[in-house]
């Protein structure tokens, strides 16, 4: 049987759909694929987004700067020394793009100007972290991507 290129070309077509098709179809129906969203309220978190401009702006504004170090204990977070800590509050929210079921949030609770998260409770990888935080009525926010 001789095959002529037109044979060849349609061959080829067949060939190269057959084969998009069985990726197309693996990928879908593979468990360890992770199809998920950003976040679990994605769009109505976006509606808030205005907020959450007001409050980082709010932070430059007042120079309540925070800084976030990796030290041996854990995660170090400074607030800045000239607000009374026990009139912090808010939340820490660690975000971990690789794996949601790592994502956690820790209350604010301040006896001295900084806050610890322990070493066990993170992985190392990389995390988003969002500090959003209220003062005598102003709210803050700090975000910003590490390694741990």
Do not use: C
Not at 19 to 38: A, G, Q
């Amino acid at each position: 049987m001789k095959i002529n290129w037109g044979t060849g070309v349609v061959l080829a077509f067949i060939g190269f759909i057959t084969f998009i098709l069985y990726f197309v179809f693996r990928m879908s129906t593979d468990d360890s694929s992770n199809h998920d969203l950003v976040t679990e309220d994605y769009y109505k978190k976006d509606l808030s987004y205005q907020q959450e401009i007001d409050a980082s702006n709010m932070a430059l504004e007042m120079n309540a700067n925070l800084k976030v170090e990796k030290m041996e204990a854990g995660l170090m977070i400074y607030f800045p020394e000239r607000f009374d800590p026990k009139k912090i509050t808010g939340t820490v929210s660690l975000y971990r793009p690789s794996n949601k079921h790592l994502d956690t949030n820790f209350p604010i609770s301040l006896t001295q100007t900084h806050l610890l998260i322990p070493d066990n409770r993170l992985v190392d990888g990389r995390w988003d972290i969002s500090i959003n935080w209220n003062y005598e009525g102003n709210s803050f926010l700090h975000k910003q991507k590490f390694v741990y």
